[in-house]
């Protein structure tokens, strides 16, 4: 977004703010950039379809790219000096990746913090029963989804078991071709007379989000529970596993398939779980494309349980960052203090990188269209979240935006504002409040989205492409 030079010809300077489609302003270059950028962010969220996936196969990158696991670091007490690369995972699920300043790490890191978990259907514990001669698993949503919009959907089954002797058993049925998936049943119409008279909200209940695992009974004469008794034999003939370890287990349904491009002109991404592996890839891919040694540490957050509230010891919520941040000094510096680490953390400046939703003109109601982020007018920056009065908002600076402008316009970075939808009409937060704590500067900044929490998310190209080269342009800035 910039404005207009004023016009010094012209008896009158112009002094009104329009903010482009960014079509009419992006160079060759960038398009072709663009389109780059798009197919490997398209090959990520295709391959990582859970918070375990997205750190997995971010940490091939990251190796790729010759960074090396901190734990190692710590433990042999290896020094970290100025260029040097490395990544800090959190229990396999959350995961920071790091590229040491010039500057000492008490003069603040440049974060850009995502997340990787997106809302889905996870397994119950002892999920597996039989019913109308069906095999069929109980579920509990995870994060906040419409219920009526997942069922009848092709879906996937992506996780791991832990056998009681540590033995890690991962398990992904229906992305590949040639596997089956699975679905949740709807009514019919013809007899729905009663269901179609409820709320949305209401039409679909929690418990109502069973998934048909199978049809088939097991060929024993005096089995009880057939139908589920030759699920089991099926999953302990392919994975070892009996019906005890669903326990231990954390299997999550998923929309199965790949993400498609999608228009004609093929302008934008229909996949599952943008929100917020859009951010979290095109953040992770900006600190794999730094140039040279940044002046300030460079940091990216790829973190989990974002969707339920940061909770937990893979959340933000929890002291994961604080800890990182503590080894990263005690590994940059040979003068560890709690002061240093405040300091550190005080001085930090993050985008607080997740998704907003688009003007979606099916919906123009829900929207304030002069306050809503347009899909391709670039990466869409929210200066407060939060809900009726900005309630539970961490409501970023007008002199830290006025930084973020600076960084953005200098390195031609399209981009706009944005605010979740009308005033009264909801609301939802980030981690950003979870970080402002520390005193550090932080505000949102992410891609637009259509349909957000949705199986299918749509989401536009040249946004994601600025969100990428705003990222890239915010852990490179020297604050000049
Ligand atoms: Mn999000
Ligand atoms: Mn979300």
Request: aromatic share 8%; glycine share 10%.
């Amino acid at each position: 977004m910039k404005t207009k030079p004023a016009k010094k010809t012209g008896k009158q300077q112009d002094l009104s703010f329009t903010n482009k489609n960014g079509y009419e302003k992006i160079s060759p270059a960038d398009l072709k950039r663009s389109d780059e950028l798009n197919k490997m962010y398209m090959d990520f969220i295709g391959k990582a379809k859970t918070e375990r996936e997205a750190h997995d196969e971010a940490v091939l990158l990251l190796e790729a790219a010759g960074f090396s696991d901190m734990a190692k670091h710590e433990k042999e007490n290896i020094r970290l000096n100025p260029g040097d690369k490395v990544y800090k995972s959190c229990e396999g699920k959350t995961l920071m990746a790091i590229v040491v300043g010039k500057k000492p790490l008490e003069a603040g890191m440049h974060i850009v913090g995502g997340h990787t978990d997106a809302p889905r259907i996870d397994i119950k514990q002892n999920p597996l029963y039989e019913n109308g001669d069906l095999a069929l698993l109980d579920t509990h949503y995870y994060g906040s989804i419409r219920k009526y919009q997942w069922v009848t959907i092709p879906l996937a089954l992506h996780g791991v078991f832990v056998k009681s002797d540590g033995r890690k058993v991962k398990v992904s049925i229906g992305e590949d071709p040639s596997d089956p998936v699975f679905c949740i049943t709807d009514l019919l119409p013809h007899i729905a007379a009663d269901q179609a008279k409820k709320p949305l909200g209401e039409a679909i209940p929690g418990e109502g989000l069973d998934v048909v695992f199978g049809s088939v009974p097991a060929d024993e004469k005096d089995r009880k529970e057939k139908f589920k008794y030759n699920i089991l034999k099926l999953l302990h003939a392919k994975y070892g596993i009996n019906e005890e370890d669903f326990l231990s287990a954390e299997l999550e349904m998923v929309p199965a398939g790949k993400p498609r491009e999608a228009g004609l002109d093929r302008s934008m991404i229909l996949s599952y779980g943008h929100d917020d592996r859009v951010c979290a890839y095109t953040g992770l891919k900006a600190l794999l494309d730094l140039k040279g040694v940044p002046e300030y540490t460079s940091c990216v957050l790829l973190c989990d349980k974002e969707e339920i509230g940061s909770v937990g010891s893979t959340g933000m919520a929890s002291n994961f960052f604080e800890n990182a941040a503590s080894e990263l000094l005690n590994l940059t510096t040979n003068a560890y203090s709690e002061l240093a680490l405040k300091r550190a953390l005080s001085n930090s400046w993050m985008l607080s990188a997740d998704v907003n939703a688009l003007f979606d003109p099916m919906f123009p109601g829900f929207f304030d269209k002069k306050n809503s982020a347009i899909v391709n007018h670039g990466v869409c920056v929210t200066k407060f979240t939060g809900a009726r009065g900005k309630s539970g908002s961490s409501d970023a600076s007008a002199e830290f935006l006025a930084h973020i402008r600076r960084i953005f316009d200098k390195n031609g970075v399209l981009w706009q504002t944005g605010e979740l939808g009308k005033v009264d009409q909801g609301g939802a937060g980030t981690i950003s409040y979870l970080m402002a704590r520390y005193g550090m500067k932080v505000v949102d900044c992410g891609v637009g989205l259509f349909s957000m929490h949705a199986p299918m998310e749509l989401a536009g190209k040249l946004d994601i492409y600025m969100a990428y080269k705003g990222y890239l342009a915010f852990l490179q800035d020297g604050r000049k």
